[in-house]
Every structure is written in C-alpha cells, then in structure tokens.
C-alpha cells in the first residue's frame, strides 16, 4: 500500500464519515437533553428523501437542503410529541419513525417520480459541488502535504466543512453557554431545571429541533453530496452506526469526531478491500461491516472504559404528581 | 382505584388507537390520489375473500405471532426486545444446520429437532444482550440493535461462505432433505377430503404457534417464574425485597425471548422456502413489536394483532398486485400503529380517563 492509497482511503473515510458525525451530533443533543433518539435513520431517511425531490425539481441544491431540513423536522416534531408532550415510550416513537420514512419515502418516491422509489438523478445544480481550496492545485506537488492538502483536505462539498466546524461549535454550545449548561442539566436531572424556573419542555424541544436540522443536513448530504440522487433505504443502517458511535464517544463532541471517523474507515476499507489479506488471516467484508456494531456492544459493556449514558435519559418529566 | 375500568383500559384505547392509525392511513392514501375505500375493499377480497388468501394471510400471521410473544414475553419484564429480528435469523441458521445435518426419514421426528435447533439459536442470540443488561448495565435497546446487524453480517457471511453448495451463485444453502418437509395445511385438508388453500405456505406451524399462545399465557399467569417476570417488570426494587434474583429473571426472559423469536424460523425457512436464504425473515422481527403493543402484550391480543398484522401484509401485496398503490404502504400502516398504540397511547388514555372520571362523578351524585 503506498502513499497514494492511504490518502485516496483517508479521502473516502471523511466523505463516509460525514453523515455519521452530522448524526451523531443530533443524537448527541438529543440524548444530553434526556430524549432518546433511535430516529436517527429515520429523519436521515426523509431528509435524503426531501432534498433530493426538491433539488430535482428546483434544481437547487440549496433549496433541497432546506427541504432536508424540513423533512426531518416534521419526525422530530412528531417524536417531540410523543416522547415530551404526551410523555410515551421515547424508544417506540424512534422506532414508528424509523418505519414511518421507510414507507412514506418509498411509498411518495412512486407516486411522484414512478421510478420504483428512486428520484431522477440529479445533475450539476441539483447537487452540492465539491469546493476547492485555495492553492489547492498550486500546491498539489510539494511533497507529502500537497497530497494532503489538495487531495484530503480539499475537494469536499461545502457540507463536510460544515460538518467538521460543527464539532468545535457543539462542544462551545454545550460546555461553554448557559443553553448549552441547561441543555445537560435537563439530561441528568430535569428536576432541577424545573426547580430553577426553566421549562423542561422547551429545552427538550430545542434540542429536539437542533436534532432535526442536523438530521435534515445529515441526510441532504448522503443525496445531494455523496450522490446524485435518492435511492430506496439509501440510509443503510447509517442511522444506527451514528447511535453507536454516540455511544462510543460517550455523548462528548470531539470523541465523536474520532469515533465516526473510525467508523467511516472502516467502511472506506470494507469498500476498498472486499476480502481483506492481513498475511495470516483474510478478513471477510461482513466482519468489516459489522465492526462498528461489535465495537459498540464491547464498548457498552464497559470492558473498555464505561459508557454512562445521561442519567434522566428515556424517562419522560412529569412536572407534578 | 383505577381511573377506568379494564376493559376501556384493555380493549377501548388500542381500538381508539387502531381507529386514529387508519384514519390517518386513509388520509395517505387520498393524499397519493388513490381511493381508501377501494383500497381496503382489494386487500379484504385479496387476504380474506378466498381460501388461497387466507393461506398467505394465515402464514404470515404464524410468523407474527411468534415475534410478538417474543417480544411480549420481554415487556413483562419491562425489558424492550428489538432484536427479534436477528434472534429469528439466527434462529433460521439453527433450523437450517438441523434440516441439513442428518437425512432425516420423517416431518415428524425433523421437526422437534429443528424446533430444538431454532428455539436454542434464538435464545442464545437474546444471551449476549441478556447478560450484558443484567450484569454491566448495558442498555438492552442498543445492543439488540446492534445485534440485529452483526446477525446480519454473520449470516451473510454463513451463506456465502459456508453454506452455499457448490457452484451456486446464489447466498442461499442447499435445499433440506425430502424428509423434512412439513405437512401444508392445504395437505391437511386434502387429508380431510376437502379442498383448501392451493398453493399457499401455511403450514402446520401455525397450530405450534397457537399452543405457543397457551403456553406463555400458562407461564406469565400460571407460574411461578411468570409471577416472577411481571413482578420484576412492574418494580424491581419490590422484586429483589421479594428475593427475586435481577440476573436470574432478565436473562431467563429474554432467553424465552429470543427462543420464541427464533422459533419463527420453523414457519419461514423449514415450512416455506425449505432452505436458508438471505433476508428471510423480512422485517417479521420489526413486526412483532407492533404485535405485542396492540395486542397489550397478552398471548390471545398478540393472536388477534397477529392475524391483523396478517392481513394487511398479505391485503398489502395484493394492493401492489391490482392497484397503484405501493407495497410499502403496509410500511406506513405499521409505523401509525406503532405511533399510535405505543408511543402517542397517552394522547388517547388522558381524556379517556378524563371522560370516565367525569361520568364516575355524575353517577354518584
């Protein structure tokens, strides 16, 4: 493997990534405010849904990343309902959304574009285009950094940056303001909150809402960024890998950076080499893909440093008994 | 006292949320520009209107009762089994290693086997998350999620590598031996002299699951390991004061879980396709979750739930067959009784209560 290979791998590894993180942060605001998500999948579902049947029509990437945004936003009002209103079983509203996006995209994908669920695939201003850096191509030929720096570094849609900054901003958010205070506060012991004269309710709903936007961005991404265009269950258990990598970076922003992009190596491997040769054993890609599951499960239970999940996590708040 | 009586409790709110589910249903199918009343008219013609409809409707309500007991049996210990899923793929790879480790002679003798096979690959499937649960905490949501995929990847992994016959393209194991086919209840009826059924896959699995109906109601309400079960699911500090063991209950119930989930397996793979495929569970797993909320978690609802589960599958096809509509609006149907028995249930219970309360109130005075 030389020099060129590593970085055309690390290259696929951040594009891969990418939704995992936007999820992941969803669900890590989401769960630090006490609201389990396991909607992720399903709001990533509608959102690639959404984005990429506007898009089409408009032929806007913009205006499909909008309709993203929207998409998920209506599951995540429809959890915010069912979990913080009327105070209901947080994992059975994930899983009725996760099945609510795989028909309602599918079922809305025929009766409007008649093409067995898929929408047509995009073409120029449909789709996010990759950015260029400055110098990117001047430098292309230093050695060792100009690979990095033109190849890696650069020629990534506008999302992927977004994704990145996104990390040091939610770590601000939540450790360095008030919101930010309230938000883990109302996760560990919403009593309290309550107590100090804040509303549980609508934080919880904030961070619900927050969820939904980087769910909509999350999915825009995989249909206008990575590819051209919505396919049936496109989201591919993206969903759930972004769950385990919440968990694997123990609901903190900078861990989850490193935790998706473990995982989306991984999957950048698996897709490279389909039977990888390590000399002694060949790995199958099945166990590749199954890796970030296994590591989670070894992760959750607690044989590698803890994952202590946010104490008032799955319980609705009832405010008076 | 309670603020209602039982049977709103029991039969009034599911049919409340059942009723809201396919208001809004209809509304999605006028919304695609369809006609609901036509709609539902093809699928009771296509799943109930003949014997042949029945045959599929019967047999994919076999599968759904199997995953919703095993769910069930999982909710009285307040413990949320999503991995019925997996449980009943691997459960699927136990019935397949039996099917094809011996030249079985007859029906009879491969299927307690299978169902041995099926029942102890389930179970240990539901081991791992079990154990983790009861002994390090982990939460039993996300690793039975995250065992559903590995189950996945392992069985793509088994039937490509392993099981495929030679020469085969197809990830798929080889056909069982003659000696395990399962008596059709199309066969039966021949038996019988009559004619029933022609052609569907309803099999003798489906009286297995009736019996297994009877059972887990004799274990939750009969036994002491049921009393055991409910105790720990409603409280589980009352339930250690009372010298039940946590461990002891969470991994004996999700044991029972996971072996009725694989036991599944025995409809599906010996029963229908009469080998190992991929993908052969089909989402029954993800059913069984709505089974056992509409049902309320008891064996006869599960069975009643199951049947309509059953229906709309097999109604759904036909949808796909005759009309426009697509398939995946079954999808959509699952995920509103979902929404609506499971997670929204308080939207129907409050004023429920309310209105009870206030005719209570008017009674006595």
Known sequence: ?321 | MDKMPKWADVILTPLISLLLAMIISALVILAIGESPTMALKTMVDGALGSSYGWGFTLYYTTNFIFTGLAVAVAYHASLFNIGGEGQAMVGGLGVALVCLALPWPHWGIALPAAMVGAALFGAAWALIPAYLQAKRGSHIVITTIMFNFIAAALLNYVLVNLLRPVGSMDPASARFPEGTHLPALTDMAAALGMEWGRNTPVNITFFIAIVACVLVWLLIWRTRLGYEIRAFGRSEPAAMYAGISPVRITVIAMLISGGLAGLMAINNVMGESERLVLNAVEGAGFIGIAVALMGRNHPFGVFLAALLFGFLYQGGGELALWTSIPRELIIVIQALVILFTGALDNMVRMPLERLFLAMRKRGDA
Not at chain 1, 5 to 22: F, K, Y
Not at chain 1, 108 to 134: S, Y
Not at chain 1, 152 to 163: D, K
């Open chain 1, 1 to 321: 493997m030389d020099f060129a290979t590593i970085i055309q791998i690390l290259d696929s590894a951040v594009r891969l990534m990418t939704p995992l993180l936007l999820a992941c942060l969803a669900g890590l605001y989401s769960e630090r405010s006490g609201v389990f998500d396991i909607g992720l999948e399903g709001k990533m579902l509608m959102a690639a849904f959404t984005s990429a049947s506007v898009a089409f029509v408009t032929g806007s990437a913009w205006l499909g990343l909008l309709a993203g945004i929207a998409g998920s936003m209506a599951l995540s009002l429809i959890h915010g309902l069912a979990s913080i209103t009327f105070r209901g079983n947080q994992l059975i509203s994930g899983v009725a959304i996760n099945f609510l996006a795989s028909g309602m995209t599918v079922l809305l994908g025929i009766k409007i574009f008649g093409l067995g669920g898929r929408t047509p695939a995009l073409t120029d201003g449909g789709r996010f285009n990759e950015v260029t850096l400055p110098f990117a191509d001047a430098l292309r030929d230093v050695p060792f950094l100009g690979p990095i720096y033109s190849e890696l570094i650069s020629g990534h849609t506008i999302l992927v940056y977004v994704a990145f900054a996104l990390v040091p901003l939610t770590w601000w958010v939540l450790f360095r303001t008030r919101f930010g205070l309230r938000l883990r506060a109302v996760g560990e012991n919403p009593a309290s909150v309550d107590t100090a004269g804040v509303s549980v309710t609508r934080l919880r709903f904030a961070a619900i809402a927050l969820a939904g936007i980087l769910c909509g961005l999350a999915g825009a991404y995989l249909a206008t960024g990575l590819s051209a265009g919505f396919v049936k269950e496109m989201t591919a258990g993206r969903g759930f890998i972004a769950l385990a990598a919440l968990i694997f970076a123990k609901w903190r922003p900078w861990s989850a950076l490193f935790a998706t992009f473990l995982f989306g190596l991984l999957e950048a491997i698996a897709n490279r080499y389909p039977n990888l040769d390590l000399g002694i054993v060949t790995v199958p890609s099945m166990f590749m893909n199954a890796l970030p599951y296994i590591l989670t499960v070894i992760i959750l239970a607690g044989f590698v440093g803890r994952a202590i999940p946010p104490r008032a996590g799955g319980e609705p708040y009832v405010k008076e008994r």
